[in-house]
């Protein structure tokens, strides 16, 4: 292209990070700032944030912020101050992260949500309900997305009688209908509980059809807890199911080997073989930045 605009930079960038190509993106946002060509505006931004959370590259989103300070046209606020608090939360820097939402001159339900998502994914359950309780004082009313946060808080903190609250008030008093997402927290709730009894009768009374998210949160209850006759149960309804992958079908296998049960362990590995699915290899990643 001849002439090349900050729109058509950003689609670049953008783009990239919606395939899950996130070095490439983040080599996209490097090659525009060096070429002087245009300058980055705020979906630029917002979208190499959300990079940098994905990538939990916590150096180069500190960059970003860096740099939105030293642009004056640029507003930490809305759409780019709640990007900047999601990657501070996801590389758990839960001090920034707060820091920014409170700079924030209007706070919008994604502000809040984010804050208390991030409290929760950080091993501040108490204090993200805190913060919730905060959120209902200053009129905001919660989302679905609210309550999974707040669920998920519960269920790592292990409240139970609060998360059964939430659950509850959740379908009465706001009137949300709740999703897969909050049925698979309520059974990691339990299953976290060692209350895998309970987490498996709250799955069969459902009134929607389980999907690997909530029977994954019952193997892991039974991986933590080492029960065997649940994980039979739930065994029986994950095998040959749509949208299983792999990494289930090893944990299944593996729990299946600690239990000395080597005919099963061996036959979902040949399961896996026949139908063809394997589990993702792990990797790691290290930021050179880090080890200076």
């Known amino acids: 292209m001849g002439k090349r605009d900050v729109v058509t930079w950003t689609t670049m ?3 990239y990070a919606q395939r899950g190509y996130y070095e490439e ?4 946002f490097q090659e525009m700032l060096q070429g002087g060509e245009v300058q980055p505006n705020e979906a630029t931004l917002v979208n190499v ?8 590259d916590l150096s180069l989103g500190k960059w970003v912020h860096s740099y939105m300070d030293g642009r004056l046209d640029v507003v930490k606020d809305g759409n780019v101050g709640n990007a900047l608090m999601n990657m501070y939360a996801k590389c758990g820097e839960m001090g920034m992260t707060l ?3 409170n700079e924030l001159k209007r706070k919008d339900l994604f502000s809040w949500s984010i804050g208390i998502g991030g409290m929760a994914m950080n091993g501040y359950g108490k204090q993200s309900l805190e913060l919730f309780s905060l959120m209902l004082c200053h009129g905001i009313v919660p989302d679905g997305i609210t309550f ?3 669920l998920s808080a519960c269920s790592h903190a292990g409240l139970i ?11 009465d008093t706001y009137g949300i209908t709740p999703e897969l997402g909050h049925y698979a927290c309520m059974v990691d709730m339990y299953g976290r509980a060692g209350l895998l009894v309970e987490a498996e009768a709250f799955m069969k009374n459902m009134p929607v059809e389980p999907d690997q998210t909530v029977l994954g949160a019952l193997v892991n209850a039974c991986k933590l807890h080492g029960n065997e006759k649940i994980l039979e149960n739930v065994s029986r309804r994950l095998v040959g199911a749509s949208g299983v992958g792999g990494g289930t079908y090893t944990l299944l296998s593996n729990m299946y080997s600690n239990f000395k049960r080597w005919t099963e362990a061996y036959h979902l590995r040949d399961i896996m073989g026949c139908i063809g ?12 930045s880090d080890l200076r």
Do not use: E
Request: proline share 2%; aromatic share 6%; net charge positive.
């Open 161 to 171: 009688d609060k998360g059964l609250v939430f659950f509850k008030a959740m379908q």
């Open 148 to 150: 999974i946060s707040l």
């Open 13 to 15: 960038l953008g783009g």
């Open 49 to 56: 944030l959300h990079v940098c959370a994905l990538l939990g």
């Open 99 to 101: 820091k920014v939402f």
């Open 277 to 288: 699915v394997r589990k993702a290899p792990g990797c790691s990643r290290v930021d050179a």
């Open 25 to 28: 993106a983040v080599r996209i």
